[in-house]
C-alpha cells in the first residue's frame, strides 16, 4: 500500500461589498440584525487575490444590489434571516501583487447560494474558487487546486407529515432543484492492489459544504451547519483483470453525533485508468441517487444527473 499526500489549495474569497460603505466603516447593529464580515482578499498558499468588477443581487428579508467591489474588507449589518446572493457582472480573479493580470479559477460554489444570519450574529459569506499551483524549485512541492464535488439534487415530492408527527425539516424540498458543492483543500490517497482490484481511497481535510437556490431557512440552520468541517472517504476502484472497468464507491457526508447524512449513490462511470491501471484522479462527470437525512424527519430522496468529481 502506498500513501500520498496532496498539497492543494483554495480560496476563500467573501465577496460581498455594498453601496458606499467604506473599508473603515463600522455598521451599527440595530434589534433584529445580524453583521456580515466582508473581506474581498484572500490569502492562499502565501499569496493575496481580490475578486475584481462583480456585482451581487442579495435577496431576503433585506434586498440589496451590490455594485462597489473595491475595498479589501467591508461589513455590512442586514435584517436576520435566510438569504439568497447571486454573483454577477465581468468578474476576474487578480493577485494583488499584479494588478490587471487575471489568474485562471474556477468558481465551484452555488451561484446562486443560500446563507442565514442570526439576530446578532456576525456570519461570513464565502464564495469559493479553485486556482491552479505554480510549482517552483524554491518551494520543492507542487500546490495544486483543491477537490471538490458539484452537482444539483432534483428532489421528488414530498408529504405533509400526519398530525401529531415530528415536523420535518424537508418538506420544503419538495420537487425543488438545489445545487451543491462539497468543497476540500487537502486530501491523503492511498492505493492498494487487493481482490483483483486496483482501488484508490481519498481521505479528505475538513469540507465546506453549501448548498444554492431556494434553499428552506430550517435546512441552513439545522442540516448544513452539522455537516461543515466533516472529512469524507472517497472510493475508487478498477478491475486488474478482464475488460476494463472502473467505478465509484457511495459518497457519504455525515455527522453521527447529530443525525445529519448527506449520501451520494453514483450510476455505474468510466472513470479511466493511468499507466499502471489504477483510476485516474481527475475531474470527471457523475450522475447519483442522492439522499438527505437529518434528525428524527424521514429520509427525502433525489437525483443527480449533472455531478462533478474533481479529487485534486
Known amino acids: 500500500m502506498q500513501g500520498l499526500k496532496w498539497f492543494v489549495s483554495a480560496i476563500a474569497l467573501l465577496a460581498l461589498a455594498c453601496g458606499e460603505v467604506s473599508e473603515s466603516s463600522t455598521p451599527v447593529i440595530r434589534e433584529g440584525e445580524g453583521l456580515l464580515e466582508l473581506p474581498l482578499v484572500s490569502t492562499s498558499a502565501g499569496r493575496s ?14 434586498n440589496a444590489t451590490i455594485t462597489d467591489t473595491s475595498a479589501e474588507s467591508v461589513s455590512l449589518a442586514l435584517m436576520a434571516g435566510t438569504y439568497s446572493i447571486q454573483m454577477n457582472g465581468e468578474w476576474h480573479v487578480e493577485r494583488t501583487d499584479a494588478p490587471g493580470v487575471t489568474v485562471p479559477v ?7 447560494m443560500a446563507f442565514t444570519l442570526g439576530e446578532g450574529e456576525t456570519r461570513p459569506v464565502r464564495f469559493l474558487f479553485k486556482v491552479p499551483g505554480d510549482a517552483t524549485a524554491d518551494v520543492g512541492i507542487s500546490v495544486d487546486s483543491g477537490g471538490w464535488i458539484s452537482g ?5 415530492p414530498r408529504y405533509q407529515p400526519p398530525p401529531g408527527a415530528p415536523p420535518d425539516i424537508f418538506t420544503e424540498l419538495s420537487e425543488k432543484s438545489i445545487p451543491f458543492v462539497i468543497s476540500f483543500e487537502s486530501a491523503t490517497v492511498t492505493r492498494s492492489n487487493e481482490y483483483s482490484t486496483k482501488d484508490v481511497q481519498i481521505q479528505t481535510s475538513p469540507v465546506t459544504f453549501q448548498l444554492g437556490g431556494a434553499v428552506p431557512a430550517v435546512v441552513m440552520q439545522q442540516f448544513v451547519p452539522a455537516l461543515q468541517g466533516r472529512s469524507m472517504n472517497l472510493f475508487m476502484g478498477a478491475y486488474s483483470s478482464g475488460p476494463s472497468a472502473t467505478f465509484l464507491g457511495t459518497i457519504l457526508l455525515e455527522n453521527v453525533e447529530q443525525h445529519a447524512r448527506f449520501e451520494l449513490n453514483p450510476q455505474p462511470i468510466s472513470i479511466g485508468v493511468d499507466s499502471e491501471g489504477y483510476p485516474l484522479l481527475q475531474s470527471f462527470p457523475f450522475t447519483a441517487n442522492a439522499v ?3 434528525g428524527s424527519s424521514p429520509s427525502i430522496y433525489g437525483d443527480v444527473s449533472n455531478g462533478t468529481l474533481s479529487p485534486k
Open 292 to 294: 438527505f437525512s437529518g
Open 106 to 112: 474556477t468558481l465551484v460554489s452555488p451561484n446562486p
Open 49 to 62: 487575490y481580490k475578486l475584481v468588477g462583480a456585482t451581487f443581487a442579495i435577496t431576503g428579508p433585506q
Open 152 to 156: 444539483t439534487i432534483d428532489f421528488g
